[in-house]
């Protein structure tokens, strides 16, 4: 996709969300019927406090990407992931990851409650695709939702209106109470037109993260195709909260799939008495900040990805 086809299509400024936090999301079925998730999605734009803004025009990716920090809110938050994302699409990248905290910039994962971190991801991904997506390109943007009663859910409250194309990776099976669903061929859900694919928050069940790497084979790979994995928590299986063992195709990624993959913005802090967070927004190195005051400064930065323990462990405490 040419990098001329992204650029600013609105403004969209909100506060950080003070709603209650969670470690993942809940299936679709654990909210009885789609008006709870409703009501759910409106307290969200509530607390955000969405104010919509017309914009247009090329899109600017200065070498700002270089001198980055991290943002004092969401609104700042969104524009850096569109502005990195702008700067790798314009380097040629192809499969690219998005991943920060959705229940407040200081929260860890597990912080949170249920469905309204998962309706918080909704929400900042359709103000990402908004900002990052010219109206006409619209069209060709494919975002996979975790499952098909999340895509319905997404048509009638936050992407009500939109002309995003809406599909799922996976379908619920007869032992769908078991956690069992079926994977769905993602040959037949591609379309030629497509041109842009987001696979949003693809964690919840391991199926999902192997339909994405299949995704990327079947439909990015030597194409002019790009895949945007957003909030897909892939620091799981980075750190092996998967034992290889027992999930071997999803401990594979790590060198089947993300060799080939680009963190273009990434966000995970860390508690305690060494407390601190590692940032990135491409094409800058990667950092290391504790929060000092009313800001951060910055104790260490590197080119290569470090791992969580190596922070936590090793750069955080000699800090």
């Known amino acids: 996709m040419p990098s001329s086809d992204i650029v600013t299509a609105s403004k969209v400024p909100f506060a950080a969300p003070s709603l209650p936090n969670g470690k993942k999301h809940l299936p679709p079925k654990s909210y009885g019927n789609l008006v709870t998730r409703k009501m759910a999605a409106q307290t969200v734009s509530r607390n955000l406090k969405f104010v919509r803004n017309s914009a247009s025009g090329d899109m600017e990716t200065s070498s700002v990407g270089l001198d980055v920090s991290i943002p004092s809110d969401y609104s700042e938050l969104i524009e850096q992931a569109r502005n990195a994302t702008a700067l790798a699409v314009k380097d040629n990248k192809q499969l690219m990851e998005i991943e920060f905290p959705t229940s407040g910039l200081e929260s860890v994962p597990g912080d949170g409650e249920g469905g309204i971190e998962m309706t918080e991801s909704m929400q900042l ?28 859910f997404a048509r009638e409250s936050i992407f ?54 299949e995704l990327y084979r079947e439909a990015v790979q030597n194409t002019l195709r790009k895949l945007i994995i957003f909030n897909g928590e892939l620091d799981r299986i980075r750190s092996g909260y998967y034992p290889p063992f027992f999930y071997p195709k999803l401990a594979a990624l790590s ?9 273009v913005y990434y966000i995970h802090n860390f508690k305690g008495r060494c407390g601190g967070t590692l940032f990135r927004s491409y094409p800058g190195p990667w950092k290391v900040f504790r929060k000092v005051r009313n800001g951060y400064v910055c104790l260490h930065q590197q080119e290569a990805m470090p791992s969580l323990k190596e922070v936590a462990l090793d750069i955080l405490p000699s800090a």
């Open 255 to 263: 060198k089947s799939l993300f060799p080939f993959m680009e963190t």
């Open 125 to 152: 991904i359709r103000e990402f695709c908004n900002r990052l997506i010219v109206p006409e390109k619209a069209r060709q943007t494919r975002i996979f939702f975790p499952e098909a009663n999340e895509v319905k």
């Open 160 to 213: 009500e209106g939109a002309s995003f194309k809406l599909d799922y990776l996976t379908k619920p099976s007869f032992f769908e109470d078991f956690g069992f669903v079926e994977k769905v061929k993602m040959t037949d859900r591609v379309k030629a037109e497509d041109e842009l694919f987001l696979a949003a928050y693809p964690y919840f069940n391991v199926t999902e993260m192997l339909v994405v790497e």
